[in-house]
């Protein structure tokens, strides 16, 4: 395996990825970024600008600054940060809206926990990048807030969604309410990530009993058992309210789930065997996520419904992840096949998921490897998954060495 070539292929394509949302991204009469930009790079001056998109543009430039000191990406960093700030942070009550229209004006003024933890997220790696005094008070604020608001002191975890003024909402985007989907996996897995990087940041000690509460979270309520799969929807007691197999959350969650473990352990020594326990569950969910592997391609699956129907597309996202969870998994056990995954994993991406011409990842590709979509930029199609998996590549291979 020739990890010189692989490393130097990632950095090529983390440099490209960020190339093209500089070139593509920036709106430059409304400010900020554009809401959506298609395949043929031509973009949707009217489209809503949603709270995902720019956090995550926010810890995707911010992150790249930090890591190569390109002081170009700094001034791409900086203009999130300014645009979240202006547009998007609710004067009144605290906290993010969900979207706002084209022009910046609040559009959907639900305060999602899953847009509040990218912003925390996107602020704390800004913070890390820059040092930058006022995204760190708006990051402590939006902790704290988050806390106060959404927290579930008796039972655990966090609640999905609020209205504005942070009273009960009746619509949560991404689970159903009127099913009482009340607490899901995909949010509470992006909040323990922005706790992670805020603790980096701000190693305070209510940040760190937040981390280590999700992590039991996760084990206790999250996580099954017996198959090292992860429930997807809970309602307020965590009784399963639906599920499906979801192969990308579950390899995505092998590696943040001991990322926080490690950041814990580092200045605690009592975390230690916690950080042992979420090594080998992580791992053991590793190998779960495998029966989502094609091996003949080596493309991962989206999911598996619960009446077995299984779902071939292979999104941008899941490969991205795959690519890091088995790297990782690799880095745990020294198993060569783990190994190979997250190397096949990259060559599918090269193969299929790169637009050669007009720069960026497709959407995804079908089980046959046809293009879906057509969203290069969108409220969900963002620059964080790609650059991170190339950056956490580049970082492992290094250790590797």
Same mark, same amino acid.
């Given at each position: 395996?020739?990890?010189?070539?692989?490393?130097?292929?990632?950095?090529?394509?983390?440099?490209?990825?960020?190339?093209?949302?500089?070139?593509?991204?920036?709106?430059?009469?409304?400010?900020?970024?554009?809401?959506?930009?298609?395949?043929?790079?031509?973009?949707?001056?009217?489209?809503?600008?949603?709270?995902?998109?720019?956090?995550?543009?926010?810890?995707?430039?911010?992150? %790249?600054?930090?890591?190569?000191?390109?002081?170009?990406?700094?001034?791409?960093?900086?203009?999130?940060?300014?645009?979240?700030?202006?547009?998007?942070?609710?004067?009144?009550? &605290? &906290?993010?809206?969900?979207?706002?229209?084209?022009? &910046?004006?609040?559009?959907?003024?639900?305060?999602?926990?899953?847009?509040? %933890?990218?912003?925390?997220?996107?602020?704390?790696?800004?913070?890390? %990048?820059?040092?930058?005094?006022?995204?760190?008070?708006?990051?402590?604020?939006?902790?704290?807030? !988050?806390?106060?608001?959404?927290?579930?002191?008796?039972?655990?975890?966090?609640?999905?969604?609020?209205?504005?003024?942070?009273?009960?909402?009746?619509?949560?985007?991404?689970?159903?309410?009127?099913?009482?989907?009340?607490?899901?996996?995909?949010?509470?897995?992006?909040?323990?990530?922005?706790?992670?990087?805020?603790?980096?940041?701000?190693?305070?000690?209510?940040?760190?009993?937040?981390?280590?509460?999700?992590?039991?979270?996760?084990?206790? *309520?999250?996580?099954?058992?017996?198959?090292?799969?992860?429930?997807?929807?809970?309602?307020?007691?965590?009784?399963?309210?639906?599920? =499906?197999?979801?192969?990308?959350?579950?390899?995505?969650?092998?590696?943040?789930?001991?990322?926080?473990?490690?950041?814990?352990?580092?200045?605690?020594?009592?975390?230690?065997?916690?950080?042992?326990?979420?090594?080998?569950?992580?791992?053991? !969910?590793?190998? %779960?996520?495998?029966?989502?592997?094609?091996?003949?391609?080596? &493309?991962?699956?989206?999911?598996?419904?619960?009446?077995?129907?299984?779902?071939?597309?292979?999104?941008?996202?899941?490969?991205?992840? =795959? !690519?890091?969870?088995? !790297?990782?998994?690799?880095?745990?056990? *020294?198993?060569?096949?783990?190994?190979?995954?997250?190397?096949?994993?990259?060559?599918?991406?090269?193969?299929?998921?790169?637009?050669?011409?007009?720069?960026?990842?497709?959407?995804?590709?079908?089980?046959?490897?046809?293009?879906?979509?057509?969203?290069?930029?969108?409220?969900?199609?963002?620059?964080?998954?790609?650059?991170?998996?190339?950056?956490?590549?580049?970082?492992?291979?290094? *250790?590797?060495?």
């Amino acid at each position: 395996m020739d990890f010189p070539q692989l490393r130097a292929e990632l950095r090529q394509e983390h440099k490209d990825i960020l190339a093209y949302w500089q070139r593509y991204a920036p709106d430059p009469q409304h400010g900020g970024f554009y809401g959506r930009v298609n395949y043929q790079n031509q973009p949707d001056a009217t489209a809503e600008k949603g709270i995902v998109l720019n956090a995550r543009i926010l810890w995707t430039f911010s992150a %790249a600054l930090r890591h190569t000191q390109h002081e170009d990406y700094r001034a791409t960093a900086d203009q999130a940060f300014f645009y979240i700030q202006k547009y998007f942070i609710d004067p009144q009550y &605290g &906290g993010v809206y969900w979207s706002v229209d084209a022009t &910046g004006q609040p559009k959907n003024t639900l305060k999602h926990l899953y847009g509040q %933890a990218f912003t925390l997220y996107g602020l704390s790696e800004y913070v890390r %990048a820059t040092g930058s005094a006022p995204a760190l008070a708006l990051a402590k604020e939006l902790f704290q807030n !988050m806390l106060r608001h959404a927290y579930d002191p008796k039972k655990g975890g966090f609640v999905e969604a609020l209205a504005r003024d942070w009273s009960p909402a009746d619509n949560y985007i991404i689970s159903k309410y009127e099913n009482q989907e009340i607490k899901t996996m995909n949010t509470h897995l992006h909040i323990l990530e922005a706790f992670t990087g805020l603790y980096r940041v701000w190693p305070d000690k209510s940040v760190s009993e937040q981390m280590r509460g999700m992590l039991h979270t996760f084990q206790d *309520h999250i996580i099954d058992p017996k198959t090292y799969r992860m429930n997807l929807f809970m309602d307020n007691d965590w009784k399963i309210r639906r599920t =499906a197999i979801s192969y990308g959350h579950d390899i995505e969650a092998s590696w943040l789930l001991p990322e926080a473990a490690d950041v814990l352990a580092a200045d605690n020594p009592t975390d230690k065997p916690l950080q042992k326990t979420i090594r080998e569950v992580s791992v053991k !969910m590793a190998r %779960a996520a495998v029966s989502g592997f094609d091996p003949n391609d080596g &493309g991962m699956n989206y999911e598996l419904d619960p009446d077995g129907q299984l779902n071939r597309e292979r999104s941008w996202w899941v490969l991205a992840e =795959a !690519m890091v969870g088995f !790297m990782n998994a690799y880095q745990l056990t *020294h198993e060569k096949p783990f190994l190979d995954k997250s190397v096949k994993s990259w060559e599918f991406i090269k193969k299929y998921l790169l637009d050669l011409k007009n720069g960026e990842w497709f959407l995804g590709v079908s089980g046959d490897h046809k293009v879906l979509g057509n969203d290069k930029i969108s409220m969900w199609k963002c620059p964080y998954h790609n650059s991170r998996s190339c950056l956490e590549m580049l970082e492992r291979l290094e *250790h590797l060495r």
